[in-house]
């Protein structure tokens, strides 16, 4: 239902008698997040809010058609929805405009404007989102085809090792470290996808700083002094050791690159508390206590158009000089997985801040962390022979007679089978163990474990894979089925068997 007053006759050219009054009016205006304005019948600004003044300025510039569209707007008494941009001589900031009518003659419409930057720059974020997780699916499907191979020339490199002189030891090393490197690059490729296999723990930050610096001394170079300035006392987050080492090497080296005639690398450590989300170059972090590390160099800093992109898979300013585009996008996947944020700021000719917010941890009390240290090792030799019954199954031929190779020569009774269904047919009932592959034709490898169990409840299970995500590995750890993640050597797979084997044992025992 309309307002009274808009019922009322309005005399020409006056104000009707029972809107509010002026002061009234303008406090409404100020008081709107939005910005909003009042217009005559010629477009002219009657009053304008606060919100209003700070986006258009003391004057009005709409691009065309969103003039035109206004004018004739105005004319008819008819409302205007449309965007278009605010000009400001060679400036231009993208806008909605909504023109509604009043009826009246003085204001004749109120208009309001909605500055579309921050929805732009959302939408540019999910874009990237986007594509890095288009990247990440399309590297998942790479890694389990990957690293099944890697896994069958590490295994027959070092099936070779014993039958061969030094002079060929020589060459199985090389073909071990080139295999290493691929794993190495399939790692990468999963880390900025957000689906590389982390094992995270409680992680003290500055003693992590510190154990880094002292590889960054050597890598920084002599031209370059490298400085920490850590807060005490220190704080825990939860993190794989590793990958933070490699985060901060990455962000070193890309340092370094950057002050090729020299400077000083800073790495900072802080805490923060944030009471309410924040939005930070383009994210909005969350409310949260967070640990801070901020890497700082005083270097060439980064151009204003190739700072949006840096953090985009295989996108490198230094192509020429085998830059690959993977390591900031290796840092930035490696810091979300972990529940962080990473952001950056650079000035170009003074230097760049990588900043990494990650939740702080509280750590592990000092019994538990006594307790995980003296928690025995398990030592595949002293499970009994009768506890090394082994169904192996794997669809990929060169891996299954490598692993069964490596497993027969410790004393294991081994089953192969190609597929599930074929695991399924030949599973004896005195099976102390099943090694599957995850992903297999017909039948997976979580399938094979679940139908065993039916008829072996309690079978002890591992599972290997090239690839699964992190949803996948917890499932398997609900179902107390391990893990073993490919590319692996195969004195890796033996140990992994021993040690489920003599746990068996001493459970039944």
């Given at each position: 239902?309309?307002?009274?007053?808009?019922?009322?006759?309005?005399?020409?050219?006056?104000?009707?008698?029972?809107?509010?009054?002026?002061?009234?009016?303008?406090?409404?205006?100020?008081?709107?997040?939005?910005?909003?304005?009042?217009?005559?019948?010629?477009?002219?600004?009657?009053?304008?809010?606060?919100a209003?003044?700070?986006?258009?300025?003391?004057?009005?510039?709409?691009?065309?058609?969103?003039?035109?569209?206004?004018?004739a707007?105005?004319?008819?008494?008819?409302?205007?929805?449309?965007?278009?941009?605010?000009v400001?001589?060679?400036?231009?900031v993208?806008?909605?405009?909504?023109?509604?009518?009043?009826?009246?003659?003085?204001?004749?419409?109120?208009?309001r404007?909605?500055?579309?930057?921050?929805?732009?720059?959302?939408?540019?974020?999910?874009?990237?989102?986007?594509?890095?997780?288009?990247?990440?699916?399309?590297?998942?499907?790479?890694?389990?085809?990957?690293?099944?191979?890697?896994?069958?020339?590490?295994?027959?490199?070092?099936?070779?090792?014993?039958?061969?002189?030094?002079?060929?030891?020589?060459?199985?090393?090389?073909?071990?470290?080139?295999?290493?490197?691929?794993?190495?690059?399939?790692?990468?490729?999963l880390?900025?996808?957000?689906?590389?296999?982390?094992?995270?723990?409680?992680?003290?930050?500055?003693?992590?700083?510190?154990?880094?610096?002292r590889?960054?001394?050597?890598?920084?170079?002599?031209?370059?002094?490298?400085?920490?300035?850590?807060?005490?006392?220190?704080r825990?987050?939860?993190?794989?050791?590793?990958?933070?080492?490699?985060?901060?090497?990455?962000?070193?080296?890309?340092?370094?690159?950057?002050?090729?005639?020299?400077?000083?690398?800073?790495?900072?450590?802080?805490?923060?508390?944030?009471?309410?989300?924040v939005?930070?170059?383009?994210?909005?972090?969350?409310?949260?206590?967070?640990?801070?590390?901020?890497v700082?160099?005083?270097?060439?800093?980064?151009?204003?158009?190739?700072?949006?992109?840096?953090?985009?898979?295989?996108?490198?300013?230094?192509?020429?000089?085998?830059?690959?585009?993977?390591?900031?996008?290796?840092?930035h996947?490696?810091?979300?997985?972990?529940?962080?944020?990473?952001?950056?700021?650079?000035?170009?000719?003074?230097?760049?801040?990588?900043?990494?917010?990650?939740?702080?941890?509280?750590?592990?009390?000092?019994?538990?962390a006594?307790?995980?240290?003296?928690?025995?090792a398990?030592?595949?030799?002293?499970a009994?022979?009768?506890?090394?019954?082994?169904?192996?199954?794997?669809?990929?031929?060169?891996?299954?007679?490598?692993?069964?190779?490596?497993?027969?020569?410790?004393?294991?009774?081994?089953?192969?089978?190609?597929?599930?269904?074929?695991?399924?047919?030949?599973?004896?009932?005195?099976?102390?163990?099943?090694?599957?592959?995850?992903?297999?034709?017909?039948?997976?490898?979580?399938?094979?474990?679940?139908?065993?169990?039916?008829?072996?409840?309690?079978?002890?299970?591992?599972?290997?894979?090239?690839?699964?995500?992190?949803?996948?590995?917890?499932?398997?750890?609900?179902?107390?089925?391990?893990?073993?993640?490919?590319?692996?050597?195969?004195?890796?797979?033996?140990?992994?068997?021993?040690?489920?084997?003599?746990?068996?044992?001493?459970?039944?025992?």
């Amino acid at each position: 239902m309309a307002p009274a007053w808009q019922a009322e006759a309005v005399k020409p050219g006056l104000l009707h008698p029972l809107l509010p009054d002026r002061a009234l009016v303008a406090a409404l205006l100020d008081d709107a997040s939005t910005p909003v304005a009042l217009l005559d019948k010629d477009g002219r600004i009657v009053r304008a809010g606060t919100a209003f003044a700070a986006l258009a300025g003391p004057t009005l510039e709409f691009a065309e058609p969103a003039a035109s569209q206004i004018r004739a707007g105005l004319r008819e008494g008819a409302a205007v929805c449309c965007n278009s941009d605010l000009v400001f001589g060679e400036r231009r900031v993208p806008i909605a405009i909504a023109m509604t009518p009043t009826g009246l003659v003085a204001p004749a419409a109120v208009l309001r404007l909605t500055d579309l930057r921050p929805m732009q720059a959302l939408q540019a974020q999910l874009a990237q989102a986007q594509r890095l997780q288009a990247v990440g699916v399309l590297a998942g499907g790479i890694a389990h085809d990957f690293n099944n191979l890697l896994t069958a020339i590490t295994g027959a490199a070092e099936d070779l090792v014993v039958q061969t002189d030094a002079a060929g030891q020589a060459d199985l090393a090389q073909i071990r470290e080139s295999a290493a490197r691929g794993a190495a690059l399939v790692r990468q490729l999963l880390a900025f996808g957000g689906q590389q296999t982390l094992q995270p723990r409680a992680v003290a930050v500055n003693d992590a700083v510190r154990a880094a610096a002292r590889l960054l001394e050597r890598l920084l170079g002599r031209t370059i002094g490298l400085r920490l300035d850590l807060e005490e006392p220190g704080r825990t987050v939860l993190i794989d050791a590793t990958q933070l080492d490699q985060v901060l090497v990455n962000l070193a080296v890309n340092a370094r690159d950057a002050m090729p005639s020299g400077g000083t690398l800073t790495i900072a450590t802080s805490r923060r508390l944030l009471l309410a989300p924040v939005e930070e170059a383009g994210q909005v972090i969350p409310p949260g206590r967070y640990a801070s590390i901020e890497v700082r160099d005083t270097g060439n800093g980064i151009p204003a158009d190739v700072l949006p992109h840096i953090f985009e898979p295989f996108f490198t300013t230094r192509r020429g000089s085998g830059g690959t585009g993977l390591g900031l996008s290796t840092v930035h996947g490696i810091v979300r997985q972990s529940g962080g944020y990473l952001t950056v700021s650079s000035t170009p000719g003074i230097g760049t801040v990588f900043r990494i917010m990650l939740p702080r941890q509280e750590a592990l009390p000092a019994a538990a962390a006594a307790a995980a240290l003296a928690a025995p090792a398990l030592v595949a030799d002293e499970a009994p022979v009768e506890a090394r019954r082994v169904l192996l199954v794997d669809d990929e031929a060169p891996v299954r007679r490598l692993a069964a190779r490596a497993l027969r020569r410790v004393g294991w009774e081994v089953t192969e089978a190609e597929d599930g269904e074929t695991a399924l047919a030949t599973a004896s009932a005195s099976i102390d163990l099943v090694i599957s592959d995850v992903i297999m034709p017909g039948l997976d490898g979580p399938g094979l474990v679940r139908a065993l169990r039916d008829a072996h409840p309690g079978l002890p299970a591992l599972l290997m894979s090239g690839y699964a995500d992190g949803d996948q590995r917890a499932a398997l750890a609900r179902d107390d089925i391990v893990f073993l993640a490919k590319p692996f050597g195969m004195a890796q797979l033996v140990t992994a068997a021993g040690e489920i084997a003599l746990a068996r044992f001493k459970n039944k025992s």
